[in-house]
């Protein structure tokens, strides 16, 4: 009897706290109604892919130094549209959960590979090596891919969206070029990379002139110290994401398109890299559209003094807003769904807000 009343007890518990988590999960604020982790697999969900594969349509174009880039289109007719810039070592495949939300959300989207990577054209001596001549090379080939599409001529409403490596191309691309965009937002934007003890000089200088002797001796570009060529990533222990079924998802891509794998930096990246988000933080006084920042809390891949450099320079716009995700890892978009829903609900209130007109610059 006391054994069976133990089995009561613990049965009672633990239905307790799974109604207290499910509960909990079900009361983060989500007006917007974007996707739970509960309705994932490991490769997103049959819902999503058949969207992907009946939406995406993929396009190439001939970049700097004719360099091809791959995009992809997810048009179905919406009034508004938002452009998304990635970070390093990500493809558009990435992207497929976050597309589906967007086109619900009545967006059209559209998705650069930035060169180098993903289905783009490799170089820096094999597929796997993450390398680019100069960071501008990205910048205009944003340029060239945005004003490709003439979204003004097409949609009411239009936004750039970024993540990591992706602001940095973004922020450059706002401050030099004309752009259609009515505001736009940074999600863990990487305006300073995080080398841990070593300081940022001399990682710029370390990396700059290691990459100069490299080119001496082949014509391979050189990994920063300890790269190496792709490498199934696994969940346990990685430093991006807490939610095991988004980093899965995102992960599947790369088994299933074994070109898209892309290794780690080289110095060449490093180096153009760090030159590109001084460059970005300096001039972010340039930059006259309404931007929302997003700051993963617990983040390890870049440091928020970049993050909070650049901001403090935007100083166009008074309704800017800068958040942070106190929590979360790198990858706030592929992050558990308590990290995740608030980012980018608020995101979307935030365009929202703009094409309602509450949302101007005024200095």
């Not at 933080?281 to 809390?297: C, Q, S, Y």
């Amino acid at each position: 009897m006391k054994l069976h009343k133990k089995t009561l007890l613990i049965s009672a518990l633990f239905i307790f706290f799974t109604t207290l988590s499910f509960a909990t999960t079900n009361m983060i604020n989500n007006p917007f109604n974007v996707i739970s982790e509960q309705t994932l697999t490991n490769n997103f969900n049959p819902e999503i892919l058949s969207f992907w594969d009946k939406n995406a349509q993929s396009k190439t174009f001939q970049g700097n130094d004719n360099k091809t880039v791959h995009t992809v289109s997810i048009t179905t007719g919406n009034n508004n549209v938002i452009v998304i810039s990635q970070g390093r070592n990500e493809s558009v495949l990435s992207y497929k959960e976050l597309a589906y939300e967007l086109h619900q959300q009545g967006y059209d989207v559209f998705l650069i590979d930035h060169r180098g990577q993903g289905f783009s054209e490799r170089f820096g001596g094999d597929q796997h090596r993450g390398y680019v001549v100069d960071f501008q090379d990205y910048v205009d080939d944003l340029n060239h891919y945005v004003k490709s599409l003439q979204l003004d001529k097409k949609y009411q409403q239009r936004y750039l969206l970024s993540h990591s490596m992706g602001g940095v191309i973004s922020a450059l691309y706002l401050q030099q070029y004309n752009n259609p965009f009515h505001a736009t937002a940074f999600f863990s934007p990487m305006f300073s990379i995080d080398f841990g003890p070593l300081p940022t000089f001399l990682a710029k200088i370390i990396s700059y002139s290691s990459a100069e002797v490299c080119s001496w001796f082949t014509d391979k570009a050189c990994y920063a110290p300890g790269g190496k060529g792709y490498i199934k990533s696994k969940f346990e222990g990685n430093s991006l994401s807490h939610s095991d079924v988004r980093f899965n998802s995102s992960q599947h891509g790369f088994e299933e398109f074994p070109q898209t794998q892309l290794g780690d930096a080289t110095m060449r990246w490093v180096s153009t890299s760090i030159s590109a988000t001084e460059q970005a933080i300096n001039n972010a006084h340039k930059i006259e559209i309404p931007l929302i920042m997003f700051e993963a809390g617990d983040d390890s891949i870049v440091t928020n003094e970049g993050q909070k450099a650049f901001f403090s320079n935007v100083t166009n716009c008074k309704s800017n807003q800068f958040l942070t995700i106190n929590g979360a890892n790198h990858e706030i978009l592929q992050e558990r769904d308590e990290y995740r829903t608030p980012a980018l609900n608020h995101a979307l209130q935030f365009f929202s807000e703009i094409a309602q007109g509450k949302q101007i610059c005024i200095k």
